[in-house]
């Protein structure tokens, strides 16, 4: 097999369990080391260090599948890796048929995310390694888990960096235009060809579940709401009324259809409108709420835009802390990795310090437990969720 045989002392960061190896990394390559195909990674005194998909057209050149000697990179591997994926969720979500079964390097498995609806399945693949791989993966799947139809959303930005084009369909059986499926006794329509990423936000799961015990009579404002997930855990805890707002049609359509399958239309209102212009707006009015619940897009996706993100975050939070009742919660999120949870917090003191409002942080979380996060890749980190209360 094929070696990239890295720089002396560029080998640290693996050592300490990262699964990537940059181009800057590495000091030669063997013959006949092709792209998308596997490779041995080597030490400087070509030492192995482990094998894994290598694409030199990449800025991250290889990304690490294993690190023993022994193990081959073959259906046995994809089985095994998928067998303690889905243990671990048996453990952390027993019984659970709707959530994320696995997720890249979180499960080991760079560049492969795999989200179970009930009886099908929504895959994603955002590297040329496991593109390669597609039949051998799909074929695991669909043996394992005999899903009755697996969809693919491989519509990532990352992909044309990886060489590659947007690929999206059915790839295998049979998959319906909406999903139906229950999250906490509540009832989703999933339409896994218009939804944003791989259908539902699952990564949030848990930290809809803190409106709940503070939702009773209060009103509720959710911003950037898409399908409707925050606003209907507050419904669902008694909430008096909510009014959710978010810039895809398609979420606020879909929002609407959602709130009238459980019985809450007459006390949701849903808007296609830009968030930030309706907040402004909003407390322009001087309107008040007891809840607001903020869970925006990630502002970057990238170190370069960072202090813009920053501002973007400061603004929303401003308002929102602004719009706040007294004695109310601000439920406040951030997915953007390269906006580290030290970050999102000076954020927060910033936009309270300019509100001018008495606040305590009443718990700082991160994503659910299906999304796992690997100690040794900070990038699987990425979910900030705060809980503020105003006095």
Same mark, same amino acid.
């Given at each position: 097999?094929? /070696? *990239? *045989?890295?720089?002396?002392? !560029? =080998?640290? !960061?693996?050592? /300490?369990?990262?699964l990537w190896i940059y181009a800057s990394d590495i000091a030669s390559v063997d013959e006949g080391a092709a792209p998308g195909e596997i490779v041995e990674v080597r030490d400087f005194r070509r030492r192995l260090l482990g094998r894994g998909t290598y694409n030199p057209a990449s800025t991250i050149a290889v990304r690490l599948l294993t690190r023993h000697a022994d193990e081959r990179i =073959? !259906?046995?591997?994809?089985e095994r890796r998928l067998e303690e994926a889905l243990a671990y969720r048996a453990r952390v979500f027993p019984g659970e048929t709707t959530l994320r079964l696995v997720y890249s390097e979180g499960d080991y498995l760079p560049g492969l995310v795999v989200d179970r609806y009930g009886s099908h399945l929504c895959v994603q693949i955002g590297t040329l390694g496991m593109d390669r791989l597609r039949p051998l993966i799909l074929s695991v799947l669909q043996e394992r888990l005999q899903p009755l139809g697996i969809y693919e959303r491989s519509d990532l930005s990352s992909r044309a960096h990886e060489g590659l084009p947007v690929a999206e369909g059915v790839v295998m059986g049979n998959v319906p235009d909406e999903i139906g499926v229950t999250l906490d006794g509540l009832e989703f329509r999933v339409r896994l060809a218009q939804a944003q990423k791989t259908g539902l936000f699952l990564d949030q799961r848990l930290n809809r579940r803190e409106i709940l015990p503070i939702s009773s009579g209060k009103r509720v404002l959710d911003a950037f709401c898409n399908t409707g997930g925050f606003g209907f855990y507050a419904l669902k805890g008694g909430a008096a009324s909510v009014l959710g707002v978010d810039l895809s049609e398609a979420s606020v359509r879909q929002a609407r259809v959602q709130a009238d399958l459980n019985g809450f239309a007459g006390q949701a209102e849903f808007r296609e409108e830009n968030a930030f212009d309706l907040l402004h707006a909003l407390d322009r009015r001087g309107e008040k709420f007891d809840l607001v619940v903020l869970d925006p897009p990630a502002f970057t996706k990238s170190a370069r835009t960072v202090a813009q993100a920053w501002r973007g975050y400061k603004e929303i939070n401003l308002r929102a802390l602004r719009l706040l009742s007294p004695g109310g919660f601000l439920l406040t999120s951030s997915c953007s990795f390269h906006l580290s949870a030290e970050d999102f917090l000076a954020i927060l003191r910033e936009a309270v310090v300019d509100s001018q409002r008495g606040v305590r942080l009443v718990e700082l979380r991160g994503q659910s437990p299906d999304h796992p996060i690997n100690p040794g890749v900070p990038e699987t980190r990425? %979910?900030?969720? /705060? !809980? %503020?209360n105003g006095s």
């Open positions: 097999m094929a /070696a *990239v *045989v890295l720089g002396k002392g !560029r =080998d640290r !960061r693996i050592k /300490a369990g990262h =073959d !259906r046995g591997f994809f990425y %979910l900030k969720f /705060a !809980r %503020l």
